[in-house]
């Protein structure tokens, strides 16, 4: 039997119970080496590709609905705050958003890309055209 990441963590999501949660926040961490805690404000309707490996998530970051992860993509703070994913966002492998940033409706982040600014809706962002180094 093949474990889905999807799965296990919309069930969490869902759940009421503190401990079922943590629980699965651990299990995912040591199984799918992801770092998603379930009470982050992730939409249900999130799909995580790869399940989720190497994912790691900021607990205050926002995520809407219809956002596809890749795996290895890191949403992480910095001293402005935290990433705001809005719907229908593409995350490609090892994207990296850091900061109070707003990723737009539609937009799809390329891999390996780091961004740190805010991208409008319905852009393509690549390491080359957006990184800021």
Do not use: Q
């Not at 780091?114 to 990184?131: F, I």
């Amino acid at each position: 039997m093949d474990l889905d990441f999807n799965k296990i963590f919309k069930t969490a999501l869902k759940s009421n119970n503190g401990l079922y949660k943590k629980f699965i926040y651990y299990f995912c961490k040591h199984y799918f080496y992801c770092d998603i805690h379930p009470n982050n404000n992730i939409s249900d309707r999130v799909e995580f590709a790869h399940n989720a490996l190497g994912v790691v998530i900021n607990k205050d970051a926002i995520i809407e609905e219809n956002v596809v992860i890749h795996h290895h993509v890191t949403l992480g703070r910095n001293d402005s705050g935290v990433p705001h994913i809005c719907e229908g966002v593409l995350l490609g492998a090892y994207a990296i958003v850091l900061g109070n940033v707003v990723i737009g409706r539609g937009v799809k982040i390329g891999a390996g890309c780091v961004c740190n600014k805010r991208c409008p809706s319905w852009m393509y962002c690549s390491w080359k055209s957006y990184a800021d180094y």
